[in-house]
């Protein structure tokens, strides 16, 4: 059974840079895409960027320029970096596996880890 | 981008009766859509992947249809542990999601 683990700091100042990790277990990193997925009472669920085993990587063009999204293979982890939070980047962030109907392609989330609550307040 | 527009934004239901949720889409998405349930507290939870083919282990109360713009999740047969929020989501074009249909007990 695949299982997504994620942590990282839930209180931030204005300005400051977001660091989410995820830990993937019981599962193969490789096939899928690694995606994070925000949820804000403003926006929703919004989908901010994505990585597979190749290290190939996309992101929401709104957020593009300010998100990271990296991989360890050999910790089975992958990571999120959001920089310069405002207010507006408060929510709870999730970490998913992304699964379509080909290897790679776009797809739906099957698992999720367990949502980290990030609040942006000076 | 893709707009997900989900109606209603609230539905009252009874336990034993019929639901069904709309979703809509700003543009074709052909039968690229995905519905999920969410509790408070949790993470969202995978119902239908490709607007009608259940996900694991998800009872066969739940079904999905339609395809372009227009699709419906339907629960057959309301229980206690349905009542929730759904989310449809988009992945023809990157990925977005409706802003949800809360179910709640009648």
Request: hydrophobic share 30%.
């Amino acid at each position: 059974q695949v299982q997504l683990h994620q942590w990282g700091a839930g209180l931030l100042k204005p300005s400051a840079t977001l660091s989410l990790t995820c830990a993937i277990s019981g599962g193969p990193l490789s096939g899928y895409y690694w995606s994070w997925v925000r949820q804000s009472p403003g926006k929703g669920l919004e989908w901010i960027g994505e990585i597979n085993y190749d290290g190939g990587t996309n992101q929401n063009p709104s957020l593009k320029s300010r998100v990271t999204i990296s991989m360890d293979r050999i910790k089975k982890q992958f990571s999120l970096t959001l920089t310069s939070v405002t207010a507006a980047d408060t929510g709870v962030y999730y970490c998913a596996r992304e699964i379509g109907p080909q290897v790679y392609s776009s797809g739906w989330y099957d698992y999720w880890g367990q949502g980290t609550l990030v609040t942006v307040s000076s | 981008e893709i707009v997900m527009t989900q109606s209603p934004a609230t539905l009252s239901v009874s336990p034993g009766e019929r639901a069904t949720l709309s979703c809509r889409a700003s543009q074709s998405i052909s039968s690229n859509l995905a519905w999920y349930q969410q509790k408070p507290g949790q993470a969202p939870r995978l119902l239908i992947y490709g607007a009608s083919t259940r996900a694991t282990d998800v009872p066969a109360r739940f079904s999905g249809s339609g395809s372009g713009t227009e699709f419906t999740l339907t629960i057959s047969s309301l229980q206690s542990e349905d009542f929730a929020v759904y989310y449809c989501q988009q992945y023809i074009n990157w990925y977005s999601f409706g802003q949800g249909t809360k179910l709640e007990i009648k």
